[in-house]
């Protein structure tokens, strides 16, 4: 299941093939969206927001297509005129001059007026998101230790998107282990120094998964990269303090930790 660096990812795409130029056609499948579709025609994409997995497009006369990929959908970028063989069902189709992007099988999608937009109930139950890069350490230690977060575990804490947007299984466990903490802990437990670590942590791993591509390098000394430490490793030694990584369930979830060093 992608996660927010994924999800950022194909949004950067999305933004390349037709970011800021004139929309040569625009279409909607769903019937209480084609009245806007002849007012956009002439407008531009300004930028695509992510969100979780909510994609926000915003268009230059103010209007936002808000669209959730949930399980099925998926965007695909064609060139303009291009009609993929495909089995999936067309729910958008934003066209400039030389691309397309093409929204299959999403059905949470709506065209939203930026009032109804800071009163959707996605966006308003979600957190911020952990690759909005103006969010700070200081901020998410804040949400850690606020009243609503601070005795939640964080096997659970860590998977729920009104905490913060774009965090997911690898990324949770990938962040424990980096801050030493057993799943079972929560914010109310720790140290100002344990804290600090966890915050860093929590918007240092998203964002280096981004910026690499989620690389998975087995060679230690390439620091540059993400690598899993732990996700999908258990058997295999934890770098660390020597011990076994192991596999169990939380929240759910497949859960890969060293009980060696995460406390």
Not at 29 to 38: I, R, S
Not at 225 to 237: E, I, N, S
């Amino acid at each position: 299941m992608p996660e927010g660096p994924e999800i950022r990812r194909a949004a950067d795409t999305l933004e390349t093939a037709i970011q800021g130029k004139p929309l040569t056609d625009v279409w909607f499948a769903l019937p209480q969206l084609t009245g806007f579709a002849a007012g956009l025609v002439g407008q531009h994409v300004e930028r695509i927001e992510t969100r979780g997995k909510a994609l926000l497009t915003h268009f230059s006369g103010g209007l936002t297509l808000y669209s959730h990929n949930q399980l099925y959908g998926v965007w695909r970028v064609v060139a303009a005129g291009e009609s993929p063989q495909t089995n999936r069902v067309l729910r958008v189709r934003l066209q400039a001059a030389d691309k397309a992007i093409l929204l299959y099988s999403a059905s949470d999608i709506a065209i939203l007026t930026p009032e109804q937009l800071a009163q959707h109930p996605f966006l308003q139950r979600v957190g911020p998101d952990v690759l909005d890069m103006a969010l700070t350490v200081e901020q998410v230690k804040a949400r850690l230790l606020s009243p609503r977060f601070r005795r939640r575990q964080f096997s659970g804490l860590l998977l729920d998107q009104a905490f913060l947007a774009g965090l997911g299984n690898y990324l949770r466990v990938e962040i424990l282990w980096q801050s030493g903490l057993a799943g079972q802990r929560n914010a109310s437990q720790l140290t100002d120094t344990q804290l600090d670590v966890l915050a860093n942590a929590l918007l240092a791993i998203p964002r280096l998964s981004y910026q690499t591509r989620g690389v998975v390098d087995d060679n230690k000394h390439h620091g540059a990269l993400f690598r899993f430490k732990v996700f999908h490793r258990a058997g295999d030694m934890c770098e660390r303090c020597g011990g076994v990584i192991e596999k169990t369930t939380l929240s759910s979830r497949p859960f890969y930790w060293c009980p060696g060093c995460q406390r």
